[in-house]
């Protein structure tokens, strides 16, 4: 029975005197270099600088489905998505040349530009 305040105290004690030792780079915000190794930034880096740097991250969806059904369905269309995407880009590519191409020519030339296209 005794051994238990005595255990508490000591605990107390320990976990109060750990705080209290200064270990370098606490309290400092972490930043990585290109070298990948962990440089701390304290407030006098900033000595010259009126405010503190701030750091924008992007944006983050966040997507709560209300049945296993509709999890089924979104994972199924952004399949089907990234597997068209590439051919839309080309697309998108080809009708702005063949834009581009009209405006710039004759309609018989254009005709046959886009006959060519057409074959390819």
Not at 4 to 29: D, I, M, N, Y
Not at 40 to 45: F, G, K, R, T
Not at 82 to 90: C, E, F, L, R, S
């Amino acid at each position: 029975m005794r051994t238990l305040p005595v255990f508490l105290l000591l605990f107390c004690s320990l976990s109060a005197f750990s705080q209290l030792k200064q270990r370098p780079g606490v309290g400092l915000a972490p930043t990585a270099t290109a070298d990948t190794t962990l440089r701390y930034i304290s407030s006098a880096d900033f000595k010259d600088i009126d405010s503190t740097p701030t750091v924008n991250l992007r944006e983050v969806n966040v997507i709560a489905f209300k049945n296993q059904e509709e999890w089924m369905m979104y994972y199924k269309y952004k399949s089907r998505i990234q597997k068209v995407m590439p051919y839309v880009k080309i697309a998108n590519q080809l009708y702005a040349e063949l834009k581009t191409e009209k405006e710039n020519d004759n309609k018989r030339g254009y005709r046959h530009y886009r006959k060519d296209v057409e074959k390819e």
